[in-house]
């Protein structure tokens, strides 16, 4: 059986950027809606610089907290060309 969404974040090691947890979360959620759910504090977040990050066991108690015990893998969302560039340049920096 695959690992539910939840488990795929705890056991994911290091910090996620904002195009990370995008993808991670496929259809549920897009970049935007994460950058200011960020900025509201209605999700855990950190700054390494200029850049917005997340714990993954953080996200993963958050989840937790706001949906239950499990929620099931995510719908990958079809790839665009926008964001792979935005992902892209966000990697170099």
Same mark, same amino acid.
């Given at each position: 059986?695959?690992?539910?969404?939840?488990?795929?974040?705890?056991?994911?090691?290091?910090?996620?950027?904002?195009?990370?947890?995008? =993808?991670?979360?496929?259809?549920?959620?897009?970049?935007?809606?994460?950058?200011?759910? =960020?900025?509201?504090?209605?999700?855990?977040?950190?700054?390494?610089?200029?850049?917005?990050?997340?714990?993954?066991?953080?996200? =993963?108690?958050?989840?937790?907290?706001?949906?239950?015990?499990?929620?099931?893998?995510?719908?990958?969302?079809?790839?665009?060309?926008?964001?792979?560039?935005?992902?892209?340049?966000?990697? =170099?920096?």
């Amino acid at each position: 059986m695959q690992p539910n969404l939840i488990e795929q974040l705890e056991a994911r090691q290091g910090a996620m950027r904002v195009h990370d947890v995008a =993808a991670f979360l496929g259809e549920a959620i897009d970049e935007k809606s994460i950058y200011r759910m =960020a900025a509201r504090g209605q999700m855990p977040s950190f700054r390494i610089g200029g850049a917005i990050c997340f714990d993954p066991q953080e996200l =993963a108690k958050w989840l937790r907290d706001r949906y239950g015990v499990s929620l099931p893998p995510a719908k990958k969302r079809p790839s665009s060309h926008r964001t792979h560039a935005v992902s892209r340049s966000m990697t =170099a920096a």
